[in-house]
């Protein structure tokens, strides 16, 4: 016994309406729709010893840093992995290794659009200005996780924990 040749069209089907429903929201929806947490803020002159530990205590992969409430680089624990380790003494200043005037996207730009910045400037995190320009956010790959399994929870929630597993009869059950 097995699955009728119709039970298994209506499921491909069904998983084609999903492709297009998340492909649409994602082409659509504005950043605003993400649930984004509030930015971290450091200052030029912050150690960058306090900028880790601030990054480590709000269990952030970035720091937004700024100048007169103006956004002027980005330190991310790339920045970290990369320029510091064994290279920098960790009370110097993030201006030192910091990625200055990183790409950015405003509120109402679109999911999409900050997809493709990230994807082609190779990040995993875009700050989101307001339009007086000052720092409101930051998009992460995680948020953008997030959001998409939002848009499906039921299918990708109620996965087994170990799939691979379960199929192939090795569960502990």
Same mark, same amino acid.
């Given at each position: 016994?097995?699955?009728?040749? /119709?039970?298994?069209?209506?499921?491909?089907?069904?998983? &084609?309406?999903?492709?297009?429903?998340? /492909?649409?929201?994602?082409?659509?929806?504005?950043?605003?729709? @993400?649930? *984004?947490?509030?930015?971290?803020?450091?200052? @030029?002159?912050?150690?960058?010893?306090?900028?880790?530990?601030?990054? $480590?205590?709000?269990?952030?992969?970035?720091?937004?840093?700024? &100048?007169?409430?103006?956004?002027?680089?980005?330190?991310?624990?790339?920045?970290? *992995?990369?320029?510091?380790?064994? =290279?920098?003494? @960790? $009370?110097?200043?993030?201006? =030192?290794?910091?990625?200055?005037?990183?790409?950015?996207?405003?509120?109402?730009?679109?999911?999409?659009?900050? *997809?493709?910045?990230?994807?082609?400037?190779?990040?995993?995190?875009? +700050?989101? @200005?307001?339009? =007086?320009?000052? +720092?409101?956010?930051?998009? /992460?790959?995680?948020?953008?996780?997030?959001?998409?399994?939002?848009?499906?929870?039921?299918?990708? *929630?109620?996965?087994?924990?170990?799939?691979?597993?379960?199929?192939?009869?090795?569960?502990?059950?």
């Amino acid at each position: 016994m097995g699955i009728a040749a /119709s039970e298994f069209e209506d499921a491909y089907e069904d998983i &084609e309406k999903d492709i297009e429903k998340i /492909s649409g929201v994602i082409l659509t929806e504005p950043i605003r729709g @993400l649930e *984004l947490r509030e930015p971290i803020w450091v200052h @030029l002159d912050t150690a960058v010893r306090d900028a880790t530990t601030a990054m $480590n205590d709000a269990h952030v992969g970035c720091v937004l840093v700024t &100048e007169s409430h103006r956004l002027v680089g980005i330190l991310t624990e790339r920045d970290i *992995l990369k320029k510091v380790v064994g =290279q920098l003494d @960790l $009370n110097s200043p993030v201006a =030192q290794i910091m990625t200055p005037n990183p790409e950015t996207v405003g509120m109402d730009d679109g999911i999409a659009y900050a *997809l493709n910045k990230m994807h082609i400037g190779g990040y995993r995190h875009i +700050p989101v @200005l307001d339009r =007086q320009g000052r +720092p409101v956010g930051v998009v /992460s790959m995680r948020d953008v996780v997030k959001f998409i399994v939002s848009l499906f929870p039921a299918a990708v *929630l109620n996965v087994p924990p170990e799939p691979g597993l379960a199929a192939r009869g090795l569960h502990g059950g």
